[in-house]
């Protein structure tokens, strides 16, 4: 499901390398692909995609089709498609592990390839990393604030396109989440898959108590019965009268979900009925335009709910919909480069992130550097591909990368686990780099 098509570019990539091949520029360019800012509501970004990148590079190739295409727009002529249809990308990849946090100007992956492989490979590039960043960025907050709560993605239906719905559940489930509803996304990756039932099945039945009892018996594993279509607390007592049938016939109800209402109040109210009518081991479980905010005033509220669905704002990111991203030439044939416009300046060079702890292991700063100067503190950037080839020790199975993004989410200082925090969290640019752009200028 995930498309690896060479021609998910923009087509001045292409035009440039037609560039390049006229005049033989060929030699090794090294780009970075950095956050200028963070967005509005975000104290940290959690990298994540890399997986995606690495399968992309690896698979690089201009099909037979695509070069008989290229060849229809008159944009090139045939000696420079014959060069696209022996184009691989053969070159190194640096780069932060998924789900590391990370702060603004810091690179989380540099290539490091002859210049038109790197020039090529840019827009697919930040597709994959923007968008899966994005999203476990914002996930990471629910789960910072939900603590020990089920999470599940439930935002396939409302993403912009297949692609992005898949990717968001996998990015969701990195950052912390239990699962995901899309189906496809558990084949795919072996995320976990959760479902209950919709309003649609309830409504089909001239009864609801009937629709619940049908349900039941058709996924007696996994009972979990949407009790909000019409009345919420009318919901709960016929889930309480229906318990004892389905135990006779060794059918156990898992959970109850709400999806409307004011979820805190309803919560309370269906608790009490369930612990009255002896339902105490009954979960529930609530939906509905649902993102980090909305968790945050349930705890406030000491809402009873054991686990949240969350779709449109995480899949879109709704409060943040975008990253102020880059990828960037920082030097080319053994050159640094640096670009100077105005409010986009760079860092030349190849660089390294350093970062410091305290004595409790929390994160107190980060130092970027060039990539030889060793600032103390653990350095972030690790060789991911040699040659066109992913290192296969350097690679992680998805439930690893799971748990050592939590391991992250602990390192963080308290004040840039809240959400509405201020703290700016210390990135320092080491002096050695800032020399490095000033010969640089001088040189321009």
């Given at each position: 499901m995930i498309a690896r098509d060479a021609l998910l570019t923009d087509l001045y990539q292409l035009t440039m390398l037609h560039g390049y091949y006229r005049h033989a520029m060929n030699d090794t360019a090294v780009f970075e692909f950095f956050v200028r800012k963070l967005p509005k509501n975000r104290n940290f970004l959690v990298a994540a995609g890399l997986e995606q990148v690495l399968e992309f590079l690896e698979n690089l190739r201009f099909s037979g089709a695509e070069?008989?295409?290229?060849?229809?727009?008159?944009?090139f002529k045939a000696d420079f498609l014959d060069y696209l249809a022996e184009m691989t990308f053969t070159g190194d990849v640096d780069a932060m592990p998924e789900g590391t946090v990370f702060f603004p100007n810091e690179p989380i992956l540099r290539i490091i390839a002859p210049f038109p492989e790197?020039?090529?490979?840019?827009?697919?590039?930040?597709?994959?990393?923007?968008?899966?960043?994005?999203?476990?960025?914002?996930?990471?907050?629910?789960?910072?604030?939900?603590?020990?709560?089920?999470l599940v993605d439930f935002g396939f239906r409302r993403a912009h396109g297949a692609e992005a719905g898949i990717l968001a559940a996998r990015a969701s489930y990195l950052a912390g989440f239990s699962g995901t509803a899309t189906v496809c996304a558990g084949q795919q990756f072996g995320i976990p898959v959760y479902g209950t039932m919709?309003?649609?099945?309830?409504?089909?039945?001239?009864?609801?108590?009937?629709?619940?009892?049908?349900?039941?018996?058709?996924?007696?594993?996994?009972?979990?019965?949407?009790?909000?279509?019409?009345?919420?607390?009318?919901?709960?007592?016929?889930?309480?009268?229906?318990?004892?049938i389905l135990q006779a016939a060794g059918i156990r109800i898992k959970g109850v979900r709400l999806d409307s209402g004011d979820l805190a109040e309803h919560a309370h109210k269906v608790r009490q009925i369930l612990d009255e009518g002896g339902l105490r081991k009954v979960t529930i479980f609530a939906s509905g335009g649902l993102d980090e905010y909305q968790l945050e005033i349930m705890r406030s509220r000491q809402a009873p709910i054991d686990g949240y669905g969350i779709g449109t704002y995480l899949d879109t990111?709704?409060?943040?919909?975008?990253?102020?991203c880059a990828y960037k030439l920082q030097e080319y044939a053994g050159v640094p480069r640096r670009k100077r416009s105005e409010g986009k300046a760079t860092w030349p060079g190849r660089k390294q992130v350093y970062r410091r702890f305290d004595l409790d292991g929390i994160m107190i700063g980060d130092t970027i550097t060039v990539e030889?100067?060793?600032?103390?503190?653990?350095?972030?950037?690790?060789?991911?591909m040699q040659s066109g080839r992913?290192?296969?020790?350097m690679q992680?199975?998805?439930?690893?990368?799971?748990?050592d993004t939590q391991d992250q989410l602990n390192t963080l200082p308290d004040a840039l686990k809240i959400l509405a925090g201020d703290e700016i969290y210390p990135v320092v640019i080491s002096d050695n780099l800032k020399r490095l752009a000033q010969r640089v200028d001088e040189g321009y």
């Open positions: 070069i008989d295409w290229l060849g229809t727009t008159g944009h790197a020039q090529l490979v840019e827009s697919r590039v930040i597709n994959l990393l923007h968008f899966q960043t994005l999203i476990a960025s914002k996930a990471a907050r629910s789960v910072l604030i939900a603590g020990d709560k089920l919709a309003h649609s099945f309830v409504q089909a039945h001239d009864d609801e108590s009937e629709a619940f009892l049908r349900f039941a018996q058709a996924n007696p594993d996994n009972v979990v019965l949407l009790i909000d279509t019409y009345d919420t607390e009318a919901g709960a007592q016929k889930v309480v009268a229906l318990a004892p990111s709704a409060d943040a919909p975008y990253l102020d030889d100067e060793d600032c103390g503190g653990e350095s972030l950037l690790q060789r991911v992913p290192i296969t020790m992680r199975s998805l439930n690893q990368i799971r748990i």
